[in-house]
């Protein structure tokens, strides 16, 4: 039987302006497209493993406001058990400026607003009861990830760290994690190591190995991944598709890898099916809204 998996994490509402070219500090660029999504790394992602398939439980905190009830309106719609979400009375519900150019590239500023308040004491132990693998990112505060993997591990939870945005983690964090799934950037602020060859991320994924971390995927954008374990040390490939928007790119990858490692799959076959998702969302403007559904995958 396949078990409920548990994301906890962030939610934003995302603030999108499409233009050709990134303005400079201090330019003003006229002639952009604008669009109001859901987002935020934690919701992307599971809204992306429930569109696939899993039965997620979600955990974020939002304010109580418009956005916030836009949010919890539309995990309802995409079938999450949001029965733990949190809300603060103080803080705002998480927001996101993004500004998308003509290659799919993106800015983002992000205003954490009541994710930075989702703390340990919002997720009492019936949040972990019956789940056989979490997912967890970093936009909320470090104090509560650290709780989760904790909490976790003594529960006997597979734990996947989707360290974004990237921060030099100290080791207890790494130490006991099922699999990280760092992208380039996030690899290189918490080892050193710039992946610029086959060679260096062999190096980057041993470190993590040796921080006690089981499984390691790096992801690489349209180069796809590096997948390093006791099975596979080796790419895989991502497919080739026009980027219009990468915003959540590694979000659905994420969601994706998620569920499909929870329904038991194989690493490699994991890998090309999050690989899949990821980049047909590459091919769609904003973040949840592009997360395919699994009858996009077969
Ligand atoms: P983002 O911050 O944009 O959400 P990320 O930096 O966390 O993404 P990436 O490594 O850029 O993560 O992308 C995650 C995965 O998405 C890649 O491993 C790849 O499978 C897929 N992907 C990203 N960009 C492209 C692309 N241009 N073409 C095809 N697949 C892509
Ligand atoms: O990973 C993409 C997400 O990062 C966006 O949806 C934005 O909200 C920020 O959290």
């Known amino acids: 039987m396949e078990h409920k998996v548990l994301i906890i994490g962030s939610s934003n509402t995302d603030m ?3 233009t050709e070219e990134f303005p400079k500090p201090g330019e003003t660029v006229l002639g952009g497209t604008f669009l109001m999504n ?23 905190k ?20 949001i029965q733990y979400f949190a809300k603060s009375q103080d803080l705002a519900s998480g927001v996101a400026l993004i500004t998308v150019n003509g290659k799919g590239e993106n800015e983002i500023v992000v205003a954490s607003g009541a994710n930075m308040d989702l703390l340990p004491a919002d997720l009492p132990d019936a949040v972990f009861e019956d789940i ?4 967890i990112q970093l936009e909320i505060p470090l104090e509560t990830v650290r709780y989760v993997i904790r909490k976790c591990q003594n529960e006997n939870i597979k734990v996947i760290l989707n360290p974004a945005p990237g921060v030099k983690l100290a080791d207890d964090f790494l130490n006991g ?5 760092p992208n380039e950037t996030e690899t290189e602020i918490m080892t ?14 041993a470190y993590f190995h040796q921080k006690g971390v089981q499984n390691v995927i790096i992801t690489l954008g349209s180069k796809g991944v590096f997948l390093s374990n006791n099975e596979f ?15 959540a790119a590694g979000d659905v990858f994420n969601g994706a890898i998620l569920k499909a490692l929870a329904s038991g799959e194989n690493w490699v076959k994991a890998c090309h099916f999050a690989c899949k998702a990821a980049a047909i969302s590459v091919t ?3 973040a949840q809204s592009s997360a395919p559904y699994l009858s996009e995958l077969v």
């Open 16 to 18: 999108v302006v499409k």
């Open 38 to 60: 859901p987002g935020g790394k934690g919701a992307n992602q599971a809204v992306a493993a429930a569109r696939l398939g899993a039965d997620v439980r979600f955990v974020a």
């Open 62 to 81: 939002t304010g109580d406001d418009i956005f916030g009830k836009q949010a919890r309106d539309g995990f309802v719609k995409e079938g999450l058990d």
């Open 132 to 135: 056989e693998m979490a997912l």
């Open 177 to 181: 994690l099922f699999l990280i799934t």
């Open 192 to 205: 050193g190591i710039v992946t610029d060859s086959a060679e260096a991320l062999q190096n980057a994924a």
């Open 233 to 247: 040390n080796d790419f895989i490939p991502a497919l080739k598709v026009p980027a219009v928007d990468t915003t």
């Open 284 to 286: 769609r403007m904003g």
